[in-house]
């Protein structure tokens, strides 16, 4: 993976994960996730194109940033493509991560901070989590994929 993403985005697919917000459609090539506030629902697609398999995602990190945002990395890890610690991902449930974010102005380690002071998170379990995290991310450095922009106006196809 060329460009990678703020670790903090690992806790957020976690969040998508724990919470039942991501959906694994037909063959499994996409799946649609839903955001933490419930306001929007994000697309990701898995391609084949010139041999070079592609995440496609419509969610702004991917399509803006061009890094796989938390939309591409849960879909990653339903597929047993990134480590997922089901425990550890228990720990951030329930999370407003879009509220958290844009009361930190997208200051994503200062929302993550926050986040672990609202959970009460034990200093034990927050060194797991960041260890987790570190993990899925020498995983994804290591995956031999590409992220991309989805169209918006994409539609599923039949």
Not at 15 to 36: C, F, K, M, Y
Not at 60 to 67: E, H
Not at 85 to 109: C, I, P, Q, R
């Amino acid at each position: 993976m060329k460009k990678l993403p703020p670790i903090e985005k690992i806790y957020e697919a976690w969040s998508a994960i724990e919470d039942g917000r991501i959906t694994l459609l037909d063959d499994g090539t996409q799946a649609v996730v839903t955001s933490s506030d419930g306001a929007k629902s994000y697309r990701v697609v898995r391609q084949i194109e010139d041999g070079k398999i592609i995440y496609r995602s419509n969610d702004k990190a991917t399509y803006w940033q061009g890094y796989p945002g938390y939309p591409v990395i849960a879909m990653l890890m339903m597929e047993k493509q990134l480590p997922l610690d089901l425990t550890v991902a228990g720990w951030f449930a329930g999370v407003n991560w879009h509220e958290v974010n844009m009361a930190h102005k997208s200051d994503y380690a200062a929302a993550l901070q926050e986040v672990i002071e609202e959970k009460g998170l034990k200093k034990e379990r927050v060194t797991h989590a960041r260890q987790d995290a570190e993990k899925v991310m020498d995983a994804l450095k290591a995956l031999d994929v590409q992220v991309g922009r989805l169209s918006t106006r994409a539609k599923k196809s039949d």
